[in-house]
């Protein structure tokens, strides 16, 4: 996804003001849809490996 397709759309949620840590854990109560969730780094331009964990009270696809 480039630039354009961030700079035409709002975020629906976020995870708040970036955190140097380990780990962000977030709730949120959404209705269905789609969704795209972007991991980043505190750092820009660096790489990382992401571990992403969903739990949900009802079956979902993803």
Known sequence: FGSS???TRKPVVTSGDF???RQVMKFFRLEPGE??????T???NKSGEFI???LCKNEIHI
Do not use: C, K, M
């Open 19 to 21: 955190q140097d840590a």
């Open 42 to 44: 505190y750092y820009p």
């Open 35 to 40: 969704y795209l969730i972007v991991p980043s």
């Open 5 to 7: 397709f961030f700079s």
């Open 52 to 54: 992403l964990s969903i």
